[in-house]
Nanobody, 125 residues
Framework: QVQLVESGGGLVQAGGSLRLSCAAS????????MGWFRQAPGKEREFVAA????????YYADSVKGRFTISRDNAKNTVYLQMNSLKPEDTAVYYC??????????????????WGQGTQVTVSS
Protein backbone atom coordinates (compact mmCIF):
# COMPACT_ATOMS: atom_id res chain seq x y z
CA GLN A 1 0.00 0.00 0.00
CA VAL A 2 1.01 3.58 -0.70
CA GLN A 3 -0.45 6.59 1.04
CA LEU A 4 -0.24 9.88 -0.85
CA VAL A 5 -0.81 13.26 0.75
CA GLU A 6 -0.97 16.44 -1.32
CA SER A 7 -0.26 19.91 0.03
CA GLY A 8 0.44 23.40 -1.23
CA GLY A 9 -2.91 24.33 -2.69
CA GLY A 10 -4.60 27.64 -2.01
CA LEU A 11 -5.97 30.84 -3.45
CA VAL A 12 -3.83 32.82 -5.87
CA GLN A 13 -4.40 35.62 -8.34
CA ALA A 14 -4.14 35.04 -12.06
CA GLY A 15 -0.52 35.13 -13.14
CA GLY A 16 0.68 33.86 -9.80
CA SER A 17 2.43 30.65 -8.82
CA LEU A 18 1.94 27.71 -6.50
CA ARG A 19 3.95 24.59 -5.80
CA LEU A 20 2.11 21.43 -4.94
CA SER A 21 3.78 18.60 -3.08
CA CYS A 22 2.80 14.96 -2.87
CA ALA A 23 4.40 13.03 -0.03
CA ALA A 24 4.28 9.25 -0.03
CA SER A 25 4.51 6.70 2.72
CA UNK A 26 4.29 2.95 2.79
CA UNK A 27 6.48 2.20 -0.20
CA UNK A 28 9.28 3.91 -2.00
CA UNK A 29 8.03 6.17 -4.75
CA UNK A 30 10.88 5.22 -7.06
CA UNK A 31 8.90 2.12 -8.02
CA UNK A 32 6.09 4.18 -9.50
CA UNK A 33 5.24 6.39 -12.42
CA MET A 34 3.76 9.50 -10.84
CA GLY A 35 1.04 11.71 -12.22
CA TRP A 36 -0.91 14.82 -11.39
CA PHE A 37 -4.55 15.12 -12.32
CA ARG A 38 -7.18 17.76 -11.65
CA GLN A 39 -10.93 17.94 -11.42
CA ALA A 40 -12.98 21.12 -11.74
CA PRO A 41 -16.58 21.32 -10.51
CA GLY A 42 -18.92 19.52 -12.87
CA LYS A 43 -16.08 18.16 -14.99
CA GLU A 44 -14.28 14.87 -15.28
CA ARG A 45 -10.88 14.31 -13.75
CA GLU A 46 -8.22 15.16 -16.31
CA PHE A 47 -4.54 14.47 -16.79
CA VAL A 48 -2.10 17.30 -16.03
CA ALA A 49 1.43 15.88 -15.95
CA ALA A 50 3.43 12.73 -15.38
CA UNK A 51 7.01 11.77 -14.59
CA UNK A 52 8.75 8.46 -15.01
CA UNK A 53 10.41 6.46 -12.28
CA UNK A 54 13.86 7.98 -12.70
CA UNK A 55 12.61 11.51 -13.20
CA UNK A 56 14.30 11.91 -16.57
CA UNK A 57 11.09 11.82 -18.61
CA UNK A 58 8.07 14.05 -18.22
CA TYR A 59 4.86 14.64 -20.12
CA TYR A 60 2.28 17.41 -19.94
CA ALA A 61 -1.21 18.16 -21.05
CA ASP A 62 -1.26 20.81 -23.77
CA SER A 63 -3.20 23.14 -21.50
CA VAL A 64 -0.34 23.40 -18.98
CA LYS A 65 2.72 22.87 -21.16
CA GLY A 66 5.27 25.64 -20.63
CA ARG A 67 3.62 26.78 -17.38
CA PHE A 68 3.74 23.71 -15.12
CA THR A 69 6.73 21.58 -14.17
CA ILE A 70 6.58 18.15 -12.56
CA SER A 71 9.57 16.86 -10.63
CA ARG A 72 10.37 14.21 -8.07
CA ASP A 73 12.81 13.61 -5.25
CA ASN A 74 12.92 9.88 -4.72
CA ALA A 75 15.15 10.28 -1.67
CA LYS A 76 12.39 12.33 -0.03
CA ASN A 77 9.60 10.18 -1.46
CA THR A 78 7.99 13.33 -2.79
CA VAL A 79 6.67 14.58 -6.12
CA TYR A 80 6.13 18.23 -6.94
CA LEU A 81 4.10 20.29 -9.37
CA GLN A 82 5.36 23.82 -9.89
CA MET A 83 2.57 25.91 -11.38
CA ASN A 84 3.40 29.28 -12.90
CA SER A 85 1.35 31.83 -14.84
CA LEU A 86 -1.80 30.44 -13.33
CA LYS A 87 -5.12 31.09 -15.03
CA PRO A 88 -8.67 31.01 -13.65
CA GLU A 89 -9.29 27.89 -15.74
CA ASP A 90 -6.63 26.10 -13.68
CA THR A 91 -9.01 26.20 -10.72
CA ALA A 92 -9.65 22.62 -9.60
CA VAL A 93 -8.88 20.00 -7.01
CA TYR A 94 -5.46 18.59 -7.83
CA TYR A 95 -4.65 14.94 -7.18
CA CYS A 96 -1.40 13.06 -7.30
CA UNK A 97 -1.35 9.43 -8.31
CA UNK A 98 1.11 6.55 -8.33
CA UNK A 99 1.05 3.73 -10.81
CA UNK A 100 2.91 0.60 -11.82
CA UNK A 101 1.55 0.80 -15.35
CA UNK A 102 3.10 1.58 -18.68
CA UNK A 103 4.57 4.96 -19.62
CA UNK A 104 2.59 4.72 -22.85
CA UNK A 105 -0.65 4.94 -20.88
CA UNK A 106 0.20 7.76 -18.50
CA UNK A 107 -2.76 9.98 -19.34
CA UNK A 108 -5.27 7.33 -18.33
CA UNK A 109 -6.72 7.25 -14.82
CA UNK A 110 -6.68 3.46 -15.04
CA UNK A 111 -2.88 3.51 -15.22
CA UNK A 112 -2.66 4.56 -11.57
CA UNK A 113 -3.12 2.39 -8.51
CA UNK A 114 -2.96 4.91 -5.67
CA TRP A 115 -4.46 8.37 -5.28
CA GLY A 116 -4.16 11.18 -2.80
CA GLN A 117 -7.11 13.01 -1.28
CA GLY A 118 -6.58 16.14 -3.36
CA THR A 119 -5.73 19.76 -2.69
CA GLN A 120 -7.80 22.73 -3.83
CA VAL A 121 -6.28 25.32 -6.16
CA THR A 122 -8.30 28.43 -6.80
CA VAL A 123 -7.15 31.10 -9.23
CA SER A 124 -8.96 34.43 -9.11
CA SER A 125 -9.19 36.75 -12.09
Amino acid sequence: QVQLVESGGGLVQAGGSLRLSCAASGRTLSRFVMGWFRQAPGKEREFVAAINRSGFATYYADSVKGRFTISRDNAKNTVYLQMNSLKPEDTAVYYCAAGMGSWSNIQSLNNYDYWGQGTQVTVSS
